[in-house]
Structure formats: C-alpha cells, structure tokens
C-alpha cells in the first residue's frame, strides 16, 4: 500500500494516522521538535522531524510517499506566520513537488487558521492542480467536529490513489 506524510502529526495527525494504518497504509507524521516523536511513534507512525515553515525540510520525508495530507487548518499563532503557511510557505511546497514521487494532496480547508488564509490555501492548492496537475482534495469539515472530520479525510486519502 502506498505512504503518506501527514504534516502536523499531532493529535488529529495522529487519529488520522491511525486511520490509515488500519486501512493498510504506511504512514510517515511530521513533527517541528524532537518533543512530539514520541506520541507519533507510540502510534504506530513513523516520526520525522519537519517544520511546515520551512518547505524544504519537508522534502527530505518524501522518499515513497504517495500522498500529503496538511493539517494546518487549525495552525495557531501571530496572523502573519499563519498567512505564511496557507499562503508562500504553501505555494513553495507545491512548486517543489512536481519533481517528486507524491501523487496527490490533501489540504485541511477548514478550522481555527481563519477564513482567509483557508481561503487563500485553497486557492493556492488548486492552483498547483492546474498548473501541474498535482491530484488534490480540500476537505471542508472543520477539525472541532472530530468523528466527521476523520471520516473525510480518511476518504479524501482514499481517493487520492483511485
């Protein structure tokens, strides 16, 4: 079965990681400190060390990942860094995986970020779609709503790999 990387493996990374597993998945979560690889890998993820803010310490975790799933929909902290992520951060990614083996792109389109990055990280999302073809779903649910946030993000996943 084919790996994913879930960017920001925390607690919803990591139910969503379970997920997958259970559906045969090999999974890879990312974490920004040596502080979160333990929770990740006591369930069952492989950990890596990666900051979102940072696009290119991402590209060192794509080796035979299929799909990314970026879980910075409910990402806190000043507005700016926040735009950065759903934003330039975001963009800089997606221009980096055209040369990759990833074969699609799940972005969290929903949550605490605010509606104007999750605006502008959808628009960001589909235009790598159209412009290099990148497969991707934005899911909708908003993260506070558990048991319907993982249920479609488990089938976005799914979908991916159709």
């Given at each position: ?12 990374g ?29 369930a ?8 979102p ?86 899911t ?23």
């Open positions: 079965m084919a790996r994913a990387l879930i960017i920001g493996c925390g607690c919803r990591r139910a969503l990681g379970e997920a997958l597993l259970g559906a045969g998945w090999h999974v890879r979560g990312t974490t920004r400190s040596e502080a979160g690889i333990e929770a990740i890998e006591e069952g993820i492989e950990a890596a060390i990666a900051d803010d940072a696009p290119g310490t991402i590209l060192h975790h794509l080796d035979g990942v299929a799909l990314i799933c970026w879980l910075m929909g409910a990402a806190e902290g000043d507005a700016g860094t926040v735009a950065a992520l759903h934003g330039s951060r975001l963009k800089s990614l997606m221009a980096r995986l055209v040369d990759t083996p990833v074969r699609g792109f799940v972005y969290e389109g929903a949550g605490g970020a605010g509606p104007r990055a999750l605006r502008e990280g959808a628009r960001v999302v589909s235009d790598a779609h159209e412009r290099w073809r990148i497969p991707v779903e934005i909708r649910t908003d993260p506070a709503e558990h048991g319907p946030w993982l249920e479609e993000m488990v089938a976005a996943a799914q979908r991916m790999l159709q």
